[in-house]
């Protein structure tokens, strides 16, 4: 069973616009959340987190959104580039923090149209 | 400094033959993990380890998969008699090892096809 969920496979926007990226969780025992960019080639990068005890966090053209009841979270990144065009992987732990193992969605492709 | 590094970056084997995967953590991190990034999916966890010792394997799929860290840094992914559906790409990360570690620092990972 897919415990972290990316339904959208891929996405594409226009240079200067918003990206958002959407990825959902069925175990209510997650309390820590990533989002990781992965280019062709490279391990995956991290980009920025939140704790379910925040509903946002904000990292200069990156903010993650948390609904803990709906059990979704969503990555804005505003303005996109076309440096931003990668594959985005959500990620998420049961154990407060990123020490032991951490379950990925299936990533989205995002292509930043210049 | 440097980051997580793996090698080979690529190993190609034939069906039934025993392959070792190496990596090389971040200096002075305690906790190290594997996983295995198939074809369009994310990547699966294998195993944690903290120190020297397995913390978490559950998510190695059977015994023919082995890991080791014999001095709490470098780590050897061993994996016996391969099958063609253990081709993937096999992603080592490491982290400080504290509890509340903000991210996980993933290395290029070793892309391994069995023929």
């Known amino acids: 069973d897919q415990q972290v969920k990316q339904n959208s496979p891929s996405l594409s926007v226009q240079e200067g616009r918003i990206s958002i990226l959407n990825c959902d969780y069925t175990n209510s025992m997650f309390d820590y959340f990533l989002w990781y960019k992965k280019y062709p080639a490279e391990g995956p990068t991290f980009l920025i987190s939140i704790s379910s005890i925040k509903d946002k966090n904000e990292d200069g053209r990156f903010t993650v959104f948390l609904n803990k009841s709906a059990k979704h979270l969503s990555l804005h990144i505003v303005p996109s580039q076309p440096g931003d065009s990668a594959v985005y992987f959500c990620a998420a732990s049961p154990f407060g923090g990123a020490t032991n193992k951490l379950i990925f969605g299936t990533g989205t492709l995002l292509a930043v149209q210049p | 400094g440097a980051g997580v590094s793996q090698t080979p970056s690529n190993k190609v084997t034939e069906k039934g033959k025993y392959v070792e995967l190496r990596c090389d953590p971040i200096?002075?991190?305690?906790?190290l993990y594997w996983y295995r990034q198939s074809l369009g999916q994310g990547p699966e966890f294998l195993i944690y380890f903290q120190g020297t010792g397995a913390a978490d394997d559950s998510g190695l799929p059977n015994d023919r998969f082995f890991a080791v860290r014999p001095e709490g840094s470098v780590s050897t992914l061993k994996i016996q008699r391969t099958e063609r559906g253990d081709s993937a790409v096999y992603l080592c990360?490491?982290?400080?090892?504290?509890?509340?570690?903000?991210?996980?620092?993933f290395g290029p990972g070793t892309r391994l096809t069995v023929l």
């Open positions: 200096s002075g991190h305690t906790a």
């Open positions: 990360a490491s982290s400080p090892g504290l509890a509340g570690d903000n991210e996980q620092f």
